[in-house]
C-alpha cells in the first residue's frame, strides 16, 4: 500500500449538458478552475454510442490490450472518479461508471469518449496539498496514481 495525505478544498456542483462528453468537460473545468486533484461522484444520463473501457481481454498478462464497449441505447449512469494531474500538471480525470438499462448493466472507465444524455450531475470535491500524481507505467502501458 502506498498512501499520501490531502486536505478538502472547493465543493463544486456541476451540471454537464446533452451531447457532452464526460472526460473532456470535466478536465477542462479543472483546468479553468485550476484544479489539480479532486474525487467527483455523478449521476445521470449515457447516450447510445457511448464508449467505455472494460476490461483488459486477459487478465494477467504482460502487455494489457484494453476492450471498448460501445452503449447501443441511453443508459440511466453513477460513478465515481478521481483527477491527479500528470507529469505536466494537466488534471487528468479517472472515472468509472455503471450503465444501467432495464436489468441490463455495464460498467466501465470514460476515457474513450462517454457522451451525456440530457444531463449529467457532478458533485466535485477539491483536493489540496496533495503530492499524488498520475505516473506512465512503461510495462502496463498506462498512467498509475503515485500517492
Do not use: N
Not at 483546468?31 to 486477459?58: C, F, N, T, W, Y
Not at 491527479?84 to 476515457?111: N, Q, W, Y
Not at 462517454?114 to 457532478?122: C, F, I, P, T
Amino acid at each position: 500500500m502506498k498512501y499520501s495525505e490531502a486536505k478538502q478544498g472547493r465543493t463544486f456542483v456541476i451540471r454537464l449538458e446533452d451531447g457532452d462528453i464526460i472526460h473532456e468537460e470535466i478536465e477542462e473545468f479543472a483546468r479553468m478552475h485550476s484544479i489539480e486533484a479532486a474525487a467527483l461522484i455523478a449521476i445521470g444520463g449515457a447516450d447510445e454510442g457511448s464508449k467505455l473501457v472494460v476490461g483488459p481481454e486477459q487478465g494477467r498478462s504482460e502487455s494489457i490490450t484494453p476492450m471498448e464497449h460501445i452503449l447501443s441505447d441511453v443508459r440511466e449512469i453513477a460513478g465515481v472518479g478521481t483527477i491527479f494531474p500528470d507529469k505536466d500538471r494537466k488534471p487528468v480525470l479517472h472515472m468509472h461508471i455503471a450503465c444501467g438499462r432495464e436489468e441490463s448493466t455495464v460498467t466501465g472507465c470514460v476515457r474513450r469518449g462517454v457522451k451525456v444524455w440530457h444531463l449529467l450531475e457532478v458533485v466535485l470535491i477539491e483536493l489540496v496539498d496533495s503530492s499524488a500524481c498520475r505516473v506512465f507505467d512503461e510495462q502496463l502501458g498506462f498512467e498509475l496514481l503515485e500517492p
